[in-house]
């Protein structure tokens, strides 16, 4: 029997499937290189939009997408799970990604930052840790994804989506890792994320690092190895960036 297309859903078939989350497959080699959720035929719609994208504009995903397609084969599409609610199907993606390192996905899922895959130990180290008092202007930055690619200060320094301003009024820059704070440093000031601004680093326009150095002994004793308070680790949560004080910037 003749199958339907692959690059889309029958109308029938999208109504069954109603939230769902899926990968994309290197047929290649059979890897799965992204992880994501949706409705309708939001599956296929990363292979549509890799033909109106030129050169360095492409995102790492896209380049396995053209190299794929340049070496003559299709990207396997694989729905992993259907007939979800948004709220289970943020929570399934979120698991997937935690389960396939290596992702070329931009972000963590959502909750990934505090809620993700944690041996047994760091669990326990985790919740029987006494919560952070915060005595200065404390900005968070949860290093989970880049923590073991390189040393914990540049995991923390770059390249962020950040208020600058705000950002400069910080008095201490905290690392934190699954929700225990890990590092402490202080910020000199933040620059473009460049790599005239970072040597060695790639540009990531419209985001922004600081240089700066560790912070001192006692303000280390104050937050280091300390839980990150439960109203700064809201379940569900995705952006990095918390701030402990509020203002109007």
Known sequence: METQSTDSFPA????????????????????TFYVGKGKGNRVFSHVRAEHGIEGDDRDNKMKRIHEIRLADFEVGHVIHRHGMDEVT????????????????????????????????????????????????????????????????????????????????????ILATLQGLIVGAFVADDWLEATSANFSGRDDVPGRFGFVGREASAEIKQLYVGKRVPDEFRKPGAANPIKYTWKDNT
């Open 89 to 172: 199907a943020f929570e399934v993606e979120s698991a997937l990604i935690d389960a396939y390192p290596g992702l070329t996905n931009n972000w963590g899922g959502v909750g990934g930052n505090e809620y993700g895959a944690m041996h047994a130990k760091e669990i326990i180290r985790r919740y029987v840790a006494e919560p952070a008092l915060f005595r200065h202007k404390a900005l968070l930055i949860s290093v989970n994804r880049s923590a073991a690619e390189t040393s914990l200060y540049d995991a923390t320094r770059y390249a962020w989506k950040i208020s600058r301003s705000k950002a400069k009024k910080a008095d201490v």
């Open 12 to 31: 029938d078939v999208i109504q069954k499937l109603k939230w769902y989350v899926y990968r994309l497959i290197d047929p290649r080699n059979g890897e």
